[in-house]
T-cell receptor
């Protein structure tokens, strides 16, 4: 079945450091890929997404590129802030005819803590 | 516009008791999903409603879990009787009908369940 693997955490960085959180997936077909974020005390929020190979999703300074050849969707940010401290989840969803549908399959989540 | 709302936000119950979680999706969202995250693990899919029909319930762990969506609006997830391993965060999510290209899934803040 479909699966998502994220790098183990927790990740601890100083403010303004570069962030990479690795994500690889296994799926049939060509899924849509997502990064969700959960800030302390809040629900899951969509951070960014990419629906086909070579697409780059971006939001709030975060970027991730859909790499079909390596089945990866790594999350990056050039300069993290304390407010980026949260749990980050990589996820996939089946895609057909340009529309994703059905359930999301999540990775285990990566805790990010950013210190001043 | 109101987001996905869940109730209760936190619940502590004794093993063997019953708990009912409620989810109100975003208005007009035919798709409603339940997910669960056990501490430190990945977020796992439980089931998917399209309006009042169960589209996919492959993730329901056992027959102690019962989900309903009468009238295709709000949904409830009942756990009866609760066991210690049921502790975790239960997320509800909703999205527009797939035919409308609504491929963003919106999550609630989660219902934190602790079984003691």
């Amino acid at each position: 079945g479909d699966s998502v693997t994220q790098m183990e955490g927790p990740v601890t960085l100083s403010e303004e450091a570069f962030l990479t959180i690795n994500c690889t997936y296994t799926a049939t077909g060509y899924p849509s890929l997502f990064w969700y974020v959960q800030y302390p005390g809040e629900g899951l929020q969509l951070l960014l997404k990419a629906t086909k190979a070579d697409d780059k999703g971006s939001n709030k300074g975060f970027e991730a590129t859909y790499r079909k050849e390596t089945t990866s969707f790594h999350l990056e940010k050039g300069s993290v802030q304390v407010s980026d401290s949260a749990v980050y989840f990589c996820a996939l969803r089946k895609n057909a005819g340009g529309t994703s549908y059905g359930k999301l399959t999540f990775g285990q989540g990566t805790i990010l803590t950013v210190h001043p | 516009e109101a987001g996905v709302t869940q109730f209760p936000s936190h619940s502590v119950i004794e093993k063997g008791q019953t708990v009912t979680l409620r989810c109100d999706p975003i208005s007009g969202h035919d798709n409603l999903y339940w997910y669960r995250r056990v501490m430190g693990k990945e977020i796992k899919f439980l089931l998917h409603f399209v309006k009042e029909s169960k589209q996919d319930e492959s993730g329901m762990p056992n027959n102690r879990f019962l989900a309903e969506r009468t009238g295709g609006t709000y949904s409830t997830l009942k756990v009866q009787p609760a066991e210690l391993e049921d502790s975790g965060v239960y997320f509800c999510a909703s999205s527009l009908p797939d035919r409308a290209g609504g491929n963003t899934i919106y999550f609630g803040e989660g219902s934190w369940l602790t079984v003691v």
